[in-house]
């Protein structure tokens, strides 16, 4: 399931990427980057479970909220990772890969 959620993941970011050889810099360092990603992808997958409309919405916005307070950035930090995310899918490929060996070790550890 965990696999299959980071490929499909992943896939968006691959499929929305705008080719560019210039990396844009991420407003926080790579290794912080890949665990807010690893608890974006927390918040996706349980936001996955809740049905749409308005309730929906209104979840997505208390998880995300969280993962900022977490992570000690703005909502517009996180945004702009992930925009950098989109534009640069080889660097989006190689922060998933690291997300999902970080997924990998968590689920070893329960």
């Not at 980057?33 to 996706?44: P, R, S």
């Not at 479970?49 to 950035?73: F, L």
Request: proline share 5%; hydrophobic share 45%.
């Amino acid at each position: 399931m965990i696999k299959k959620s980071a490929i499909c993941f992943l896939s968006v970011f691959m499929l929305t990427a705008c080719v560019s050889k210039q990396v844009e810099p991420l407003p926080i360092a790579e290794d912080e980057l890949i665990k807010l990603m690893f608890d974006v992808h927390v918040a996706e997958g349980a936001l996955s479970q809740h049905p749409g409309g308005p309730s929906k919405d209104s979840m997505a916005a208390v998880y995300y909220n969280q993962v900022t307070k977490i992570h000690k950035i703005s909502r517009a930090d996180l945004d702009t990772c992930l925009v950098i995310l989109q534009r640069n899918p080889e660097l989006a490929k190689d922060v998933y890969e690291k997300v999902l060996e970080m997924m990998e070790k968590k689920r070893i550890e329960l």
